[in-house]
């Protein structure tokens, strides 16, 4: 009984995707702004929530290497390598999001200490990062949802656009946790 309420909940999502987009994509890019603006606990964190920016890094390699394992495996027309990879890297963005939001809900913003030219491309990465990022979202849900359902030109459309981004988003942020992490 579990199992067909699961899989009817799918196919409606599935159904209706444009909308399931639209919905997931204000709510992320809506929750992530809200974090900006809430002052953080106050004391000491707890270790766990500390450990949870390199959590955030690896979590951000991981759907690297999803991503380039998926682009390799789509070239040479392995349809179902390309889907495994693209399960992985949804997968480790979405858990990276889960512990994204908990960090900064708990933990108060941390500012560059750095100046100079390191400062100026720190920026720049943060700043590409985060439009990027917002930006990524409905791309790479139809991405996923045009691949999913099979219409392949549709989704080679989205993905055009989508793949560099991702990467991209990915990579950046393994960068900003690079350059910040002397100033946790």
């Known amino acids: 009984m579990e199992r067909c309420t699961v899989l009817s909940v799918w196919k409606k999502i599935n159904e209706h995707y444009v909308k399931t987009v639209i919905v997931i994509t204000i709510i992320v890019n809506a929750l992530v702004v809200a974090l ?100 990524i979202v409905p791309l790479a849900l139809m991405s996923f949802f045009s691949g999913y359902n099979d219409h392949r030109a549709r989704h080679r459309k989205w993905v055009r656009f989508a793949m560099p981004m991702w990467l991209y988003v990915s990579l950046t942020g393994v960068l900003v946790y690079i350059l910040i992490s002397p100033y946790y």
């Open 36 to 135: 900006s603006f809430l002052p953080g606990y106050d004391g000491e964190l707890p270790y766990l929530i500390q450990q949870l920016p390199l959590l955030n890094a690896t979590l951000n390699s991981f759907t690297f290497i999803f991503l380039v394992g998926a682009l390799i495996a789509i070239l040479k027309e392995n349809i179902t390598i390309h889907r495994r990879f693209i399960y992985g890297a949804f997968t480790s963005t979405t858990v990276f999001l889960l512990s994204y939001v908990t960090y900064h809900f708990m933990a108060p913003s941390t500012s560059y200490g750095g100046d100079g030219f390191l400062a100026g491309f720190y920026y720049f990465i943060l700043i590409t990062h985060i439009i990027l990022a917002a930006a």
